[in-house]
């Protein structure tokens, strides 16, 4: 059993919550992530004969008003970056996020997820945002909460990275 | 070694530079300032093998040691003091700080009880039991259950082991561990600012978490009760130990957590717990109460019986008082009855009496009259008769004696009748003589007969002597005869 921290970022209202709410272990409500900043869920399943424990720290989103505390990515094994290609200030965000990220902890296994892949015709990311998003050189998984879609994928990239990583 | 020249000849050629080699490993050995110098170069290795071995240096040495640090004590104080220092001035500090939060801890606590209801059973309790009162506290206080300890990696929030206690239903301890991570950041973050300040106590409602913060790994336990100072004690020592068994596997943590099963039974000597003692103690309280209750209840019957039987015992005396007052009563009215019956008997004897004696006073009255008539009669027909002219009286004639018989009688009976007798005594002449004669004989003759009867017994102022011859007599009386005669007038 491999335990690890994972934080979902993402700019405010990205779905963050609503994307990962059908595929975890809950114990607290969402209104921690106004009180609080976070809620913790987990996330259980077996890649390669290895059982993983992904503990969720769902972190509040990131806007103008409301910044990450830098505490709560401490120990953080890999991150998800969740942006609303709907929305081009999420991906904005993300840029930035990505960015605190790097400074403040280091390099780490992360995933980019596109979410609301079942309105792909609003989405408003051009090519060029599309390529510097790449060249990070983490996965981009296109998701959707709404039609159960990438989700157990975005999970199985991050443990990809760390089996890279120690493999 | 040594020998003659051709020895040592024969012994070069034997074996040439061996033997100065033999030779010079020889006055090491011998020379004490060499072979101390060779032993230095490995004295060290020689030791850390040793001990590495069977762990014979450190018992050998230890008394050595001991004996030098003695040694070194007591012939300069000072040095050691000054060697000590940095050491000793923190660790008693930390045990200072520790003892004085233990004490304020308890104190507190008593003082919380102090004033409330729980405290004056507490006093009562004391009263009762004879303990002090900081006993019954103490006994009454230190009730607690370690339910949960949580072992967290310090850095990422991931538990690393986690046990519960029996009958404790404890929810996902992964998500918890992480999320008491997460406050602990948000606290720390929010109110502490810069600084070493980590948060060391929850406490909900009967909950109270206690948070150890070591430098790789934070142990947290969930404490039912209230929790005493020395479980304090027990997390510092236990988060000590593990971080001195397992400092290399903290530092290099990297997600997995089967390196730490070893940590269960170590946590496991976390959970302790200290039952309430509920000693199958007579509940005496209640008994006294009942037996207050029922005591009461009895005297109180007792005294309603008894005032019963007074009250009885007063209606049966004033029963009998009254019917003993009625008997009285009874026996006096048939008494009285009697009485009066007598009474009345004698009243009728009496009015028999009366009347026999009416009767007989009647027929004795009738007697009388009827006597007192016979003897006026017998009076008033009586007569004597003188001589003539003459005055002379034979008292002893039967006709004087006979008169003043029938007088006596009148008077007796008339005394009886209570009446008054008066006898008129006229005295008579006949025609012969002078009329102033006759006057005076007649009236000597009346006075005579009145001193006769008067000598012989008749009261003098009965009788009333009168001459005929005198004018205002009645011409009734008059008659011609020389005697007296009488004429009776009763009053």
Sequence with gaps: ?167 | MQGTPDISQLRHLLFGKDYDALLALKAQWEDSEQYSERVASVIAEALQHREAKDGAVSAVLAPTVEQAISYSISSDPQRFADVLYPVMGPAIRKSIQQALNEALANFNQLLEQSLSVRSWKWRFDAWRTGKSYAEIVLLRTLIYQVEQAFLIHHNTGLLLQHVVSENVAGKDPEIVSAMLTAIQDFIQDSFAGEGNSNLETLRLGELTVLIEHGPHAVLAIVVRGNPPSELRTLLVETSETIHHQHRLALQDYQGDAGAFASLEPLLHDCLVKKHKIKEKRPPWLAYTLLLTSVGAGVWWIYQYQQSQVQQQMQLAITEKNQQDALQNLTRQLQQQHTQQIALQASLQTLLDAQDAEKLQQTQQQARNAARITTLRTQIEAASYTFEKAKTDIDPHHPSIKTLTQHIRELLQITQQTDQTVQIMIFGNVDDSGSAASNQLLAQQRADKMRTTLIKAGIPAFTLVAYGVKQADIPATMHKNERSTQYQVSLY
């Design chain 1, 1 to 167: 059993m491999i335990q690890q921290k994972i934080c979902l970022l993402g700019s405010f209202s990205v779905g963050k919550t609503s994307l990962i709410r059908r595929y975890v272990d809950s114990l607290f409500g969402d209104k921690y992530l106004t009180t609080v900043g976070v809620k913790i869920d987990k996330k259980q399943l077996r890649v390669a004969d290895q059982d993983y424990s992904l503990m969720l720290w769902d972190i509040a989103g990131e806007d103008d008003f409301t910044s990450i505390r830098p505490a709560y990515l401490r120990g953080m094994g890999g991150y998800i970056i969740v942006i609303d290609p709907t929305r081009p200030h999420s991906y904005d965000a993300a840029i930035a996020i990505h960015e605190m990220v790097k400074t403040t902890v280091g390099h780490l296994p992360a995933v980019f997820a596109l979410n609301k892949s079942d309105i792909k015709t609003s989405w408003q990311l051009d090519t060029l945002q599309y390529q510097h998003l790449h060249q990070f050189g983490h996965p981009i998984v296109e998701t959707s909460a709404k039609q159960d879609l990438g989700v157990e994928n975005m999970f199985l990239q991050l443990i990809q990275q760390w089996s890279k990583q120690h493999g």
